[in-house]
């Protein structure tokens, strides 16, 4: 193997190979940067050929691929998800040497990276996870990561944040349509604003389950401040921010992150219309 015949990886394939050794779903161990980088390659090459190489290349992630796993790297710094140095011993406080920070590992408990490379990758993954998924609010999306490969991150940020709105609009509906429950939530359905109608939501599902009047069951409890309200009000920030001439722009990365975080949100959001 040489220099020649490497693959070229995306930022998003180095990124989840990355993050897939941090999480330690691999077996393998890296503290070092030139550890992971290797790694990274192994990994790479074990999900393209089924195997992992059987010697040392020393060449594994070279060229643009180094290039770009530097990118990578940094970026987990920045985002805190790793941080400078293996221990508190002389010669091991910084870099190249480096650990999962607390902040980090709490991340990678919780967080599902789905890895896609164009519409039909993604739609693939979003339709295992919400089977029901409505084709309007899929429209949507499909239309966020054609944006997204596009490089047009603030449209892609906007159909996004529509699919979102459109996501609990249909959970509203389907509560609406209860006579159970939709006493219960009338303050939400008769907000005009979408975050006062998810406010009101968010606050009367609270006060009922601490009431006992309704009871969730566990799938649908855990995460569900993160899955639903965190999600939800992150997709939305950036969503007004890119509607908006604000002059903030959304990076490749974060777009790609809330892409990835809306399948969890809409999960748990069919979750809740299953229930109601």
């Known amino acids: 193997m040489n220099s020649f015949d490497q693959p070229k990886y995306t930022y998003e394939e180095i990124r989840n190979a990355a993050i897939d050794i941090l999480a330690e779903r691999t077996g393998i161990n890296a503290s070092h940067y030139e550890g992971l980088k290797h790694g990274v390659g192994e990994v790479l090459i074990y999900e393209k050929t089924g195997k992992y190489p059987d010697q040392y290349y020393d060449n594994l992630m070279s060229g643009r691929n180094g290039d770009i796993f530097l990118e990578v790297f940094w970026d987990l710094f920045r985002q805190g998800i790793i941080t400078l140095g293996l221990n508190d011993l002389k010669g091991n406080r910084e870099f190249p040497w480096f650990r999962v920070s607390t902040h980090g590992k709490r991340?990678?408990?919780?967080?599902?990276?789905?890895?896609?490379?164009?519409?039909?990758?993604?739609?693939?993954?979003?339709?295992?996870?919400?089977?029901?998924?409505?084709?309007?609010?899929?429209?949507?999306?499909?239309?966020?990561i054609q944006s997204f490969y596009s490089g047009c991150y603030l449209s892609s940020s906007v159909m996004l944040g529509v699919a979102s709105e459109h996501t609990f609009l249909k959970l509203l509906d389907k509560i609406e349509k209860?006579?159970?429950?939709?006493?219960?939530?009338?303050?939400?359905?008769?907000?005009?604003?979408?975050?006062?109608?998810?406010?009101?939501?968010?606050?009367?599902?609270?006060?009922?389950?601490?009431?006992n009047n309704i009871a969730l069951p566990d799938e649908i409890k855990e995460n569900l401040d993160t899955n639903l309200d965190g999600i939800m009000n992150t997709i939305r920030n950036f969503r007004n921010d890119s509607g908006h001439p604000s002059g903030n722009i959304i990076s490749r990365e974060q777009c790609y992150v809330n892409l990835n975080l809306f399948i969890p949100y809409c999960k748990k959001a069919y979750q809740l219309i299953d229930f109601f």
Do not use: W
Not at 117 to 142: C, F, G, M, N, R
């Open 107 to 144: 991340i990678l408990e919780n967080q599902a990276v789905y890895f896609y490379h164009d519409v039909s990758s993604y739609e693939a993954i979003i339709k295992q996870q919400v089977p029901s998924i409505d084709d309007v609010t899929l429209s949507y999306l499909k239309e966020a």
């Open 178 to 211: 209860n006579e159970t429950y939709k006493s219960k939530f009338k303050k939400a359905f008769d907000e005009r604003n979408i975050s006062k109608k998810f406010e009101a939501f968010k606050n009367r599902l609270k006060q009922e389950m601490g009431n």
